[in-house]
């Protein structure tokens, strides 16, 4: 017999049940993300080296990577980071049998984080409620089973309501939207355990000015998108509504990454004669800053940071 379920409820249960999505797969597989890419993590080095400064250079030095994939980001920042920084990756996959010995895997966040806090696509992959206006103009949640058909549920409680009033109003019968507070509740749990230093978020999202009316609810397998099944077998995500999550600033990677001194230029042709091994590794880490900063792709993205530097102990 079919059984429908709230969204959050069908997510969870997918993407890291037992046997679930996240359990199982190897996100490159499916999807390309910004830490795969070692050029990002030249910039990340710079970042993390900007709050050690400001920090003044504690004795140990946190980077936690939280929803870290197959590890790739720290494994690049292992080769640029000196021993006194600790690499710790949060994720419920078993550890990659190729990662560098320094990087702790993890399963649960650090009670405590001196340094930087990174989640990359983590807010996307939270799992979320939907509401749904149905033929009559009331809020319901939407239900969905595990073949990915749909169905209006209950009316919407008074805590979601009052999110959807503020952040994302819906009135007319079809209009959908994906419920932030989980989000909001995994960044404040994220930026709470930061004794001082930055976390840092990293996903697509939208403004109150340019919501999707029909939400953003998609899956991912082997490359491309396809309809958002809860079975386990597809990645399932959903933008982040980025003016409700509580930082201090947010601003596109395009923007974040060249402030960081990301190579976006190619170099000069004429350097293919002078130097042709140099410019073979400066054109290919052009490209892939090109890829970083598209502004119709990963470009997109949202950074939203929070920092403190009053160090408090845990």
């Known amino acids: ?8 409820d ?10 679930g999505f996240y359990r199982r797969e190897v996100p490159y597989y499916h999807f390309s993300t910004s830490a795969q890419a070692p050029v990002f993590a030249e910039a990340i080095a710079r970042l993390a080296e900007q709050v050690d400064v400001a920090l003044g250079r504690p004795a140990t030095f946190d980077v936690v990577d939280v929803g870290a994939g197959n590890g790739e980001l720290l494994g690049h920042l292992a080769a640029m980071l000196d021993d006194r920084v600790r690499l710790v990756a ?10 560098p010995d320094r990087v702790r895997w993890e399963t649960k966040i ?3 984080v001196t340094g930087l806090l990174i989640a990359c696509e983590l807010l996307d ?3 979320c409620d939907v509401a749904v206006v149905d033929t009559s103009g009331e809020l319901r949640y939407e239900e969905v089973d595990e073949t990915g058909a749909t ?13 959807l009033a503020q952040w994302w109003p819906l009135s007319v019968p079809g209009q959908r939207a994906e419920i932030g507070l989980s989000r909001e509740a995994m960044w404040r749990k994220l930026t709470g355990r930061l004794a001082a230093g930055t976390a840092l978020a990293i996903d697509y999202g939208h403004e109150r000015s340019n919501r999707p009316p029909a939400g953003s609810m998609a899956g991912f397998l082997n490359g491309r998108q396809v309809r958002p099944v809860p079975d386990g077998t597809c990645d399932i995500t959903a933008h982040v509504a980025v003016d409700a999550i509580p930082c201090e600033r947010t601003q596109r990677q395009r923007e974040a990454l060249k402030a960081l001194g990301l190579p ?8 293919a004669y002078r130097d042709p091994t140099g410019y073979a590794m400066d054109l290919a880490r052009a490209s892939a800053a090109g890829r970083l900063t598209d502004p119709t792709g990963l470009g997109a993205h949202w950074w939203m940071l929070h920092s403190t530097w009053r160090r408090r102990s845990g």
């Open 1 to 8: 017999m079919t059984q429908f379920t709230r969204w959050s």
């Open 10 to 19: 069908a997510m969870e249960r997918a993407l890291y049940g037992p046997g």
């Open 90 to 99: 949060v994720e419920r996959r078993p550890r990659p049998s190729d990662l």
């Open 110 to 112: 650090p009670q405590v």
């Open 125 to 127: 992959n939270v799992p």
């Open 151 to 163: 169905r209006p549920g209950a009316p919407v409680g008074d805590a979601d309501a009052k999110w």
């Open 264 to 271: 976006i230029e190619r170099p000069q042709l004429a350097q």
